[in-house]
C-alpha cells in the first residue's frame, strides 16, 4: 500500500513515501534543500554547474540523488535523467555536492532546465523502504528549496576585431571590430589593450560602444599616445556582453586561460573567438643614442671614415626587366642610394651582389646571403621569392618594395635593428606603414660606416 503524509520539518513540508507493506514508523524531525548553485545561470553553453545539498534525519541518510529535468515546467511526465548520487554514510547530517557535467549529458542542455533533489533514508532503520522524494514532491506540492532552475544559452557573444600589426608610437590607428551574438541580445563592448611583457595591464581604449539585437559593428580608433611606453609589444582585444548577462573576453583562450597561459574560471564568460584580438607592434618614430644590431653578418665591407664607396651589383636569370620584382628592387636601390648614407649601389655586369629571385617554399618572402674573407665582405646573394607572390597572391607592390629595400639594407652588411624603432631593416617590416628607408635605418648605416 501507499501512504503519503505531509509532516513540517523546519518550515518547510516534506513527503514521505512509505512503499513497504510493512508498517514503518515516520520520521520525526528531517530535511533535505540545496544550499549552493555554482556558477550562477544564465550559463553560455558548454559550462559545467556545481550543486551543493543538505539533507538530514535522526537515523541517518543514505544518500542524496540529483536529478534534471528537460521539461523546465517541472512536470513529472519530463524528461528526468539522475545524473548523480552522492552517499551519505548514513549520517544524520549531510552535506554533499554533484556536478552536472554538460558534456556527459544524455540530451542537450540548452534552454532551461530544472535540477531536484532525493534524500534517500538509511537502510540500516527503514530497511531501505522510506525516502525523501523531492522529485514527486515538488510537483504536488512545490517547494523552492528541493529545486533549482538552470538556464543555459546558445553562446556567449564573439567577436573580430581586425587591423595593422605594427603601428608606429602616436599614431591614431583604426581597427574594425564586429560583435555578435545568437540570442540576438546584444548590450555593448568596449576595447582594451595590454603590454605582452605585463600580463594583464589592461587599460581601456576609447569608450564603451553601445549594441543590441544580433550582430554589431564599429570603427575603433587606437590612439597610441595614449600607450606610455615609447615602444613595445601589445595585445589589443575587445570584450563583449548581452543583456542575458553573458559575455566574452579576448583575454579568455578556448581552454578557459587568459593569454599569458594563466587558468580563468570565470561564471558567465567565454572566449570571443581567436580573432577577437590582434598583436600590435608599436615602434618608436625616431631613435636617440646608438641602435644594436641583431645577427651580425660576421664581415663589413671596406670603407674609410668619412669617405663614400660603392657597392657594385649585377642581375641574376630569373629577375627579368619589367618584372614585379626588378621594379621592387630598383625601387629599393634608389631608395638607399638617396638615404644620405656613405654606401651606394652601382651597377656593374660583374658585380658582386647578385640581385634576383627564387622559388621556394621557405617561410621567407625575401633572403640575402653575406660572403666573407675574415672580417670583410667580398659579396651579397639577395633574392625576391616569388613562391607566395604566385601560390598566395599575398605580396603587392608596396609589400615587395618593403621586402628589397629590407634585403639591401643586409647586402650593405648589415643585420637587423632590435630597437622597437620604424626602421625598414627592423626584424618585422609593415609595408601598410613603410617601405623605404626610415630615419633609424640611415642612423644604422651611418653608425657603421661613419
Not at 554514510?89 to 532551461?112: D, K, M, P
Not at 577577437?276 to 607592434?281: L, Q, S
Not at 643585420?415 to 625598414?424: E, P, T, Y
Amino acid at each position: 500500500m501507499l501512504i503519503r503524509s505531509a509532516c513540517k520539518f523546519l518550515g518547510v513540508c516534506i513527503v514521505l513515501c512509505l512503499l513497504s507493506p510493512l508498517a514503518v514508523s515516520v520520521a520525526t524531525s528531517g530535511d533535505f534543500y540545496f544550499t549552493g548553485t555554482s556558477p550562477s545561470s544564465p550559463l553560455p553553453d558548454g559550462r559545467n554547474v556545481t550543486f551543493s545539498a543538505h539533507a538530514e534525519w535522526y537515523q541517518g541518510i543514505d544518500q542524496i540523488q540529483f536529478f534534471d529535468n528537460a521539461d523546465p515546467s517541472g512536470s513529472y511526465l519530463g524528461a528526468w535523467w539522475n545524473f548523480a548520487n552522492v552517499p551519505c554514510y548514513n549520517s544524520t547530517n549531510c552535506n554533499v555536492s554533484a556536478t552536472l557535467n554538460y558534456a556527459s549529458a544524455i540530451f542537450s542542455l540548452h534552454g532551461r532546465h530544472l535540477v531536484v533533489i532525493n534524500a534517500m533514508l538509511s537502510t540500516a532503520a527503514t530497511g531501505g523502504d522510506t525516502f525523501y522524494n523531492g522529485r514527486w514532491y515538488m510537483t504536488w506540492w512545490p517547494s523552492q528549496s528541493q529545486r533549482s532552475q538552470v538556464f543555459w544559452w546558445a553562446s556567449t557573444p564573439q567577436a573580430n576585431n581586425s587591423g595593422p600589426g605594427v603601428v608606429v608610437h602616436g599614431d591614431v590607428t583604426l581597427y574594425n571590430v564586429t560583435a555578435t551574438d545568437a540570442d540576438s541580445n546584444l548590450s555593448g563592448l568596449q576595447l582594451y589593450y595590454s603590454n605582452i611583457a605585463a600580463p594583464n595591464s589592461w587599460v581601456q581604449s576609447g569608450s564603451s560602444q553601445a549594441c543590441s539585437g544580433g550582430s554589431c559593428s564599429i570603427t575603433a580608433y587606437f590612439n597610441t599616445a595614449q600607450v606610455f611606453e615609447p615602444s613595445g609589444y601589445f595585445v589589443y582585444t575587445v570584450n563583449v556582453w548581452n543583456t542575458n548577462g553573458l559575455w566574452c573576453s579576448g583575454n579568455i583562450t578556448a581552454s578557459d586561460t587568459d593569454l599569458w597561459g594563466n587558468p580563468l574560471n570565470i561564471p558567465q564568460a567565454g572566449p570571443c573567438g581567436i580573432y577577437a584580438t590582434t598583436t600590435v607592434t608599436i615602434l618608436q618614430p625616431t631613435i636617440n643614442g646608438s641602435i644594436t644590431e641583431v645577427e651580425y653578418p660576421g664581415c663589413r665591407w671596406p670603407h674609410t671614415s668619412g669617405q663614400y664607396f660603392g657597392i657594385n651589383y649585377r642581375w641574376g636569370d630569373y629577375i627579368a626587366s619589367g618584372t614585379a620584382w626588378r621594379t621592387a628592387f630598383e625601387g629599393g636601390l634608389t631608395d638607399w642610394n638617396f638615404s644620405d648614407t656613405k654606401p651606394y649601389f652601382q651597377y656593374t655586369p660583374t658585380g658582386s651582389v647578385l640581385i634576383d629571385t627564387i622559388y621556394e617554399r621557405n617561410g621567407s618572402d625575401g633572403s640575402t646571403q653575406a660572403s666573407c674573407s675574415g672580417s670583410i665582405t667580398v659579396g651579397y646573394d639577395v633574392k625576391g621569392n616569388t613562391y607566395y607572390d604566385i601560390n598566395f597572391n599575398n605580396l603587392n607592390t608596396n609589400s615587395r618594395h618593403a621586402v628589397a629595400a629590407h634585403e639591401l639594407g643586409h647586402a650593405q652588411s648589415l643585420g637587423h635593428i632590435s630597437d622597437l624603432v620604424l626602421a625598414i631593416l627592423g626584424t618585422n617590416p609593415n609595408p601598410s606603414t613603410y617601405y623605404v628607408p626610415q630615419q633609424a635605418d640611415k642612423g644604422f648605416v651611418n653608425q657603421v660606416y661613419p
